[in-house]
Structure formats: structure tokens, C-alpha cells
């Protein structure tokens, strides 16, 4: 049976020294490409299909994560369904940090991609810094917590940049996308497999599975004149939403009943 957590002493008040985020298992990869598919076509949708456009589609998704964030700091440990909402709203609102530039303010994808690329390396550089560690098992207080949800929105502008960079203008389209950046994953997993450092191999899989998940959303739902499936940004993301919803909750039945209540 798991003992009681340990306690350590922050600046703002006694933390239980259990990580709040989960980890990397084969559920956390699969749930975390369909959040990042539900970016994609999400921010699609609220933006264009319903008219919202992209400025108040920009407001009310800032605004629930902003709501979300707060919750999840609230938290004393990891609960499934809080923190994948968390994510699911950071990945619609990276996408929008990203095509607001492109598509707002004219910057160019090869900028924005090295200019959100040297910001996450700068926020490492911090982060090791300050904690000497960015390990995703040691998020145990708020400030690492802080440096965390800060690098996953980084890692989704970050992607959304360079997977938009890599199959419009580098014309690798949604199919080879996909391809191209799944097998960079399972590059990853290979070379983590053979020794690889752990930390960095997390990291850079994290990065990857936004193109990923962004080239998997248009290939399902554009038309097939644009070289998709045609299932629409509707029928994507309310598949998508759906496994997403499934796989948290199968996860959350699976956590021990004692950490269901400390939660």
C-alpha cells in the first residue's frame, strides 16, 4: 500500500510532495495528441464556423483557462479530469498565440517558430536553474508548477508554429505530416529506449505531438480537395472530445480510492 505522502514547507503554505501531473504512460500520450487535435479543429470552429472570430474566440478561451489554471493550482494532487481540461484549453490557446501572429500581425512561420523555440529554451534554462531538475515527477509546489504550465503552452505555440512551417510552407501536406512527425516520436522512443536521457526525450515528444496532432485534425477534417478525410472540424472534435472523456475516466477509476478522496 503507498505511504502518506511527505510533506515540504513552501513560501505560501505545506504542499504534499506527490506530482500534480501524471505520468508518461501509453494513456497520457494518446489523451495529449487528441488534446492537441481538439486545438487545432477547436480553434477552427469557434473562430470561423460559429463567427465568433479570432478575437472574442481569443477572449472566452483565455478567460476559461485562466479559470481552469486556477483550479488546477488549487488542487493538492493530481486529478485527471481538471488537469486534461487544462490542457485541452492551453492547446487551444497556443494555437491562437501562433495564428494571431501569422495570421494577424504578418509574422512569418520561420519566426515565429525560432522566436517561441529560443522563449522555451530560455524558460529551461530558468526553470533548471532555479530547481535544478525539469522532470515532470517533481512538480510538488506551485512555482514548479508555474514553470510547468508555462513550458506546455510554449510547446504548443512551439508546434503549432513548426507543424504549420513544415507541412504549408515546406509542403509536406497532412498525410506526410503525420508520418513524418510520428516517426520522429517513435525516433524518440527508440533512442529513450537505448539510454537516452528521460527528461529531454519527454520534452522533445511533447513538442512533436502538437504537429502531430495538428497535421492528424486537418487530415481528418478538410475536404478531400485539400487532401483530407472530410469529417468537418465538427464531427473531429466531438470524436476527439469524446475519447478524450473516456480515457480520463477510465483513468480516474483506476487511481486508488485514497487518492480519489485526498484529490
Known sequence: MPL????????????PTASKVPAATLAFWVIKLLATTVGETGADYLAKHIGLGAMVTGLVTGALLALALVWQFRQKRYVPWIY?????????????VTDALTDGLGVSLCASTAAFGAMLAVLFAVWFRVERTLSIHTIVTRRREAFYWGAILLTFALGTAAGDLATEELALGFRLGVLVFGGLIAAIALAHRFGANAVWAFWLAYILTRPLGASLGDLMSQSA?????GWGTVSTSLVFLVVIAALVLGVSARRAPHERDEA
Open 4 to 15: 502518506e505522502p511527505h510533506r515540504i514547507r513552501t513560501t505560501a503554505r505545506w504542499l
Open 225 to 229: 480537395s485539400y487532401g483530407g478525410l
Open 84 to 96: 486534461w481540461l487544462t490542457v485541452v484549453l492551453l492547446s487551444v490557446v497556443g494555437t491562437q
